[in-house]
């Protein structure tokens, strides 16, 4: 065989082992995404409409943390939620005791969700702050680097809690 050949040949294989690959790995994304998550290390909560959350008359004020995703999830998207959730406990345990602030993971493909994604401008899973004054929005922000840090387990929980120290005037 031509030297030529020969390469076109492995090129060939490389490409139809890729594919195969890449269509083995999603299919395994797809069915572990269809699967209930009962992951004990990824906190789960969703909401819906009709669900009120019972808080004291005093705490007016409240900041909504949500993490908005979609029903199909990726380890990455998975692993953003793990660490939000894990920022919050650790670095505002007394607010969210307390009501002053609120946890929600919410699929933003369900019908009754599906609002969020042009109140907060959604182009993808995001972390969200949303400050309230009894039922009334008062501002929100998107913390659009999780993306960017989510390979540092340390760095993205420093940046989320020292942004949400920053939301809430604690700097």
């Not at 040949?9 to 995404?33: K, M, N």
């Not at 939000?84 to 002053?100: C, I």
Request: glycine share 4%; proline share 3%; net charge negative.
């Amino acid at each position: 065989m031509k030297p030529k050949t020969v390469i076109a040949v492995i090129l060939l294989l490389f490409v139809a082992a890729s594919v195969v690959y890449w269509a083995v790995g999603d299919s395994r994304a797809r069915t572990e995404s269809s699967r209930e998550n009962d992951d004990a290390t990824v906190p789960v909560v969703t909401i819906s409409s009709s669900e009120h959350v019972s808080r004291p008359e005093e705490a007016q004020r409240r900041v909504i943390v949500y993490y908005f995703h979609g029903t199909a999830r990726c380890l990455t998207c998975r692993t953003i939620e793990q660490y939000a959730h894990e920022a919050l406990e650790t670095g505002f345990p007394k607010e969210l005791q307390s009501g002053t602030m609120e946890w929600h993971a919410v699929n933003v493909e369900e019908p009754q969700h599906q609002h969020f994604i042009s109140d907060y401008q959604l182009h993808t899973r995001s972390l969200v702050l949303v400050e309230m004054e009894g039922e009334t929005q008062v501002r929100w922000k998107d913390l659009d680097r999780i993306w960017e840090l989510v390979s540092n387990e340390d760095t993205f929980i420093s940046y989320v809690q020292s942004e949400t120290r920053a939301y809430l005037g604690e700097n």
